[in-house]
């Protein structure tokens, strides 16, 4: 007969069961209390959600920015999916035109990144370019210029939004890089109502390359940059320094 | 293409509903976006707790790299037996410790050869956006508070330094025993903490 073991006792060994560090006793101990309560297990699985979730409480770093598109190729390649690509239609014939004038687009677009590359190292260079040419390359790639006005107007650069991506890559040039206090922020209109989609600053060349959470419901050709003070409510009208060009 | 972009974020915003075991299945379907969510819900967990052991850049960003394609080529998550998040950094966590010991078996084999080595890296933070992550980091780390300093102490230095409670109990110069039942109860009070999270 199996003597009676106390609650606490029990939770003790699956703890130090989901640690890894029972002794051979307590192990074979454990064994025969898991056998005899099968329904134990769900406590071990509790308590491995539990260790799961300790990295949680660290400082989250976003990982690098070509990293995401990295797994992508060779998830893709390894694994031989072919991502989805959904059957020609006719739209995309009479889009032909549209999608020529987007690879000219995208190639300007990379000389820009290749000026803003100038600045960084090679190895950045090379995975920012591959990044880049793997987002344009994609067939449902879709890209909006912008343009700078009135103490911006030397300024221009894209919005890119890509598939797969729920996030939209933002690169410009010859932007003024602002003072501590302010920012620039990325909105669009829609129905009258901005929308914010973030905030970011140029570096001291002028050039920004971030990406951006997409929000529900946008519409591209809407896009607004604004001049703000860090201060300023999300809801403020700011400085109009760059337009998106439908 | 206006309406082709709205409608493919219509459909990630449909798919960004759906459970990482729901994801995991239309991946294996060859749907790319489900692939796509599961690398930003889980992204900057795997590599912010392999930066926090490896302390490398780099190797934080392979290790990143090579958790997600064994995941999605092995089919060994199973969502039976618990969440992906906890799925996924307990399987971070193993190969970083793993690594970590690796190097310093390398270490301590370089170090025989040369008199000093410097291996101070450089790293790069960038805060982390989502809402529903920062929600959860905060959930946990007040957990983590309730805990007693010695309990945390010892739970930090056997998650992230891959210590053994021997090994911890040698360090601290503090009885075996009692590091075991600061780790076990340090564990067993955090799980009444963060019952509800899932």
């Given at each position: 007969m199996t003597e009676v073991v106390p609650p606490d006792h029990i939770n003790e060994l699956l703890a130090g069961y989901v640690l890894g560090e029972l002794s051979p006793e307590e192990l074979e101990h454990l064994r025969q209390m898991l056998f005899e309560n099968p329904e134990l297990m769900t406590e071990v699985y509790g308590l491995q959600e539990v260790l799961g979730l300790i990295p949680y409480a660290l400082p989250f770093e976003e990982p690098p920015f070509h990293l995401r598109s990295k797994i992508f190729e060779t998830t893709n390649a390894k694994i031989g999916y072919g991502f989805r690509r959904k059957q020609f239609s006719w739209q995309w014939y009479h889009l032909a035109s549209g999608i020529a004038a987007l690879l000219v687009i995208s190639l300007s677009l990379l000389g820009l990144y290749n000026s803003y590359l100038q600045v960084s190292s090679l190895q950045a260079k090379e995975v920012g370019e591959r990044y880049l040419i793997n987002m344009l390359c994609q067939p449902k790639t879709y890209l909006m210029p912008l343009k700078g006005i009135d103490i911006a107007s030397a300024a221009s650069g894209s919005i890119v939004i890509t598939p797969g991506n729920p996030k939209a890559t933002l690169v410009i040039q010859k932007l003024p890089s602002l003072p501590k206090g302010q920012i620039y922020r990325l909105r669009s209109v829609m129905n009258g109502k901005k929308i914010t989609w973030g905030q970011f600053n140029a570096d001291a060349q002028g050039s920004v390359i971030v990406q951006l959470l997409i929000p529900p419901n946008?519409?591209?050709?809407s896009l607004i940059i604004t001049l703000e003070s860090w201060e300023q409510s999300p809801n403020s009208i700011g400085y109009p320094v760059m337009m998106g060009i439908s | 293409m206006h309406s082709d972009v709205v409608n493919t974020n219509h459909e990630q915003r449909t798919l960004a509903q759906q459970t990482d075991a729901e994801l995991f299945s239309l991946f294996k379907t060859g749907n790319s976006f489900a692939l796509g969510i599961l690398y930003d819900r889980y992204a900057s967990l795997v590599y912010s707790l392999a930066l926090k052991i490896l302390t490398n850049p780099q190797e934080a960003e392979d290790l990143t790299q090579e958790i997600f394609l064994i995941f999605l080529q092995r089919n060994t998550y199973n969502p039976n037996r618990g969440s992906l998040s906890s799925f996924i950094s307990i399987m971070t966590r193993s190969r970083a410790i793993d690594k970590l010991r690796e190097r310093h078996t390398n270490l301590k084999f370089l170090q025989r050869w040369c008199q000093t080595m410097n291996t101070e890296t450089s790293s790069f933070i960038t805060p982390v956006e989502q809402a529903s992550l920062t929600e959860r980091s905060q959930r946990v780390r007040n957990a983590l508070k309730q805990l007693s300093e010695d309990q945390r102490q010892v739970l930090q230095m056997a998650y992230y330094e891959g210590l053994t409670q021997s090994e911890i109990a040698q360090r601290l110069h503090v009885p075996l025993g009692t590091i075991k039942t600061r780790a076990r109860q340090g564990l067993l009070k955090l799980r009444q903490g963060l019952q509800d999270i899932k």
């Open positions: 946008f519409k591209v050709s | -």
